[in-house]
T-cell receptor, first 111, second 113 residues
């Protein structure tokens, strides 16, 4: 199982771009990288998923280098409502392999 | 599109009792997974169900069991509750499309006293 390592916490200010990096040195060939956001007392919410290079959607970008041993979630122009825990997840849901969540990164956006 | 719904939202049980938690998967999703999330930690995989059968299990004892029904809804049963079972129990559904992400419900907060 691919283990992930993320910073425990990060602080940012409203309007700034935030980059959260996740290390996953033993990622398998079939593994995808998925990021989730979680607010207190709620379930994790899917943000973005990718396999290699760059993926962008309406809320975030995901940068994955060629060796795929790390990935960076980029949140443009954060607001106070982006304060949450962000999880990097490596695995393949379709294969029934268990997905391992790390402890996540607590992002705090300050006014 | 209906999302993942879980019931009840909160539950208090006594050590040694049994509990059943319920989950309705998102429409169009046929795979259900259950996770346990202790306070301050990431979710831990309990098991996954597909076509009414368990097809993946994490490091949880047999007193954690589940069911999936023909309509893809699911139950998590925990017997002989222990104090350490107090946690947020999350249900997630997904489709069998390749690399389909998990869609989570908001969980059931179980407190064992």
């Amino acid at each position: 199982l691919a283990k992930t390592t993320q910073p425990i916490s990060m602080d940012s200010y409203e309007g700034q771009e935030v980059n959260i990096t996740c290390s996953h040195n033993n990622i398998a060939t079939n593994d995808y990288i998925t990021w989730y956001q979680q607010f207190p007392s709620q379930g994790p919410r899917f943000i973005i998923q990718g396999y290699k290079t760059k993926v962008t959607n309406e809320v975030a970008s995901l940068f994955i280098p060629a060796d795929r041993k790390s990935s960076t979630l980029s949140l443009p122009r954060v607001s106070l409502s982006d304060t949450a825990v962000y999880y990097c997840l490596v695995g393949d849901v379709g294969s029934a392999r268990q997905l391992t969540f790390g402890s996540g990164t607590q992002l705090t956006v300050l006014p | 599109e209906t999302g993942v719904t879980q019931s009840p939202t909160h539950l208090i049980k006594t050590r040694g009792q049994q509990v059943t938690l319920r989950c309705s998967s998102q429409s169009g999703h046929n795979t259900v997974s259950w996770y346990q999330q202790a306070l301050g930690q990431g979710p831990q995989f309990i098991f996954q169900y597909y076509r009414e059968e368990e097809n993946g299990r994490g490091n949880f004892p047999p007193r954690f069991s589940g069911l999936q029904f023909p309509n893809y809804s699911s139950e998590l049963n925990v017997n002989a509750l222990e104090l350490d079972d107090s946690a947020l129990y999350l249900c997630a559904s997904s489709s069998t499309e390749v690399h389909s992400p998990l869609h989570f419900g908001n969980g059931t907060r179980l407190t064992v006293t």
